[in-house]
């Protein structure tokens, strides 16, 4: 298993939540909110991100609340502030208290740097991460939204199900009872998300073996029908890193596993192990948004064969 770059991995899993309602709020297989209320039910705290309360940015916060999860709810795509978030996590442990962290590999391996030791109350899960893109991408959608709709965000979520898993929706919804939804790749942000991740994730270190997380979920992308895991509303992989991640992980109430391999994941997760590759446009791209904004850098970007298939779609519908 070592060549592949994930020898370090002693578990891996197909997972969902066996309440169908929940799991439909969630963006893959509800992993991280089992984790998250198990760990809260234990009087613990749970450290996630969550949007500003004008949805302008992300940022982590610590919940020690069923209702105070609720904000970690759906998938970030943009680079967030990480404010003081070591040193609280860090304050809360030499007090003796449970805390669970998920972030990026990049952030867990910093979380870890910070604190310099082990510590047996800390759970650290990493999300599967195909680089994320730049934060202004996110505001200049949200500004956008907010003029088009003459409203202010009550809710926004670039990752929404509609009864199924898949596609997954971008959905805003406005104080003056307006909503606004669409795939998520079929925007101008779903655009820029593929086309343009932060300048340091081409050249990722915190891939195959240099994982630090005691778990890592995502998406269990190639989960086909024909699986005994396969949920249409929705399946998260789980890779475990350690022995106390696989005990927290068989700990937790309502979720149902499946075990499964390591090699079958990183199948159509390859960033597990590989960092993101540029696609033909990402330098054209970056250079627009850049000098231009997101939305003149979506138009202009976009290779023939994109424009076509989308003219295409436009007609069809």
């Not at 302008?56 to 795509?77: M, P, V």
């Not at 910093?110 to 599967?128: Q, R, W």
């Not at 898949?166 to 606004?180: D, I, K, S, W």
Request: proline share 3%.
């Amino acid at each position: 298993m070592g060549d592949n770059g994930h020898k370090h991995d002693i578990a891996a899993y197909a997972a969902y939540l066996k309440d169908d309602r929940t799991l439909l709020e969630c963006a893959s297989g509800g992993v991280a909110t089992a984790l998250s209320q198990t760990v809260i039910q234990k009087g613990g705290y749970v450290a996630g991100v969550a949007y500003s309360e004008d949805f302008s940015c992300a940022r982590y916060e610590i919940a020690h609340t069923a209702q105070a999860l609720d904000r970690f709810k759906g998938s970030k795509y943009i680079d967030v502030e990480k404010g003081t978030v070591y040193r609280d996590v860090q304050a809360l442990l030499e007090r003796g208290e449970t805390v669970l962290f998920f972030g990026l590999p990049c952030v867990v391996a910093a979380l870890h740097a910070f604190l310099k030791k082990e510590y047996d109350g800390l759970l650290t899960v990493e999300l599967v991460c195909h680089g994320p893109t730049d934060p202004r991408v996110h505001r200049e959608y949200v500004e956008y939204l907010e003029k088009t709709y003459h409203s202010r965000l009550v809710d926004f979520s670039v990752k929404r199900k509609k009864e199924r898993w898949t596609p997954g929706y971008l959905y805003a919804a406005f104080e003056n009872g307006e909503v606004f939804q669409k795939s998520f790749y079929h925007t101008e942000y779903g655009y820029a998300f593929r086309a343009m991740a932060q300048k340091r994730c081409y050249s990722c270190g915190f891939r195959g073996d240099n994982r630090s997380g005691d778990l890592m979920i995502g998406d269990f992308w190639g989960a086909v029908e024909t699986d005994p895991f396969w949920n249409d509303k929705g399946v998260s992989c789980v890779l475990v890193h350690s022995q106390k991640g696989l005990s927290w992980l068989q700990a937790v109430d309502g979720l149902q596993l499946f075990e499964t391999t390591v090699e079958r994941v990183v199948e159509k997760n390859p960033s597990v192990i590989s960092p993101r590759a540029k696609r033909a446009e990402t330098d054209k791209f970056t250079r627009l948004f850049t000098e231009r904004g997101l939305f003149y850098a979506a138009k202009h970007a976009k290779p023939l064969k994109m424009c076509i298939k989308e003219f295409i779609r436009s007609v069809l519908k």
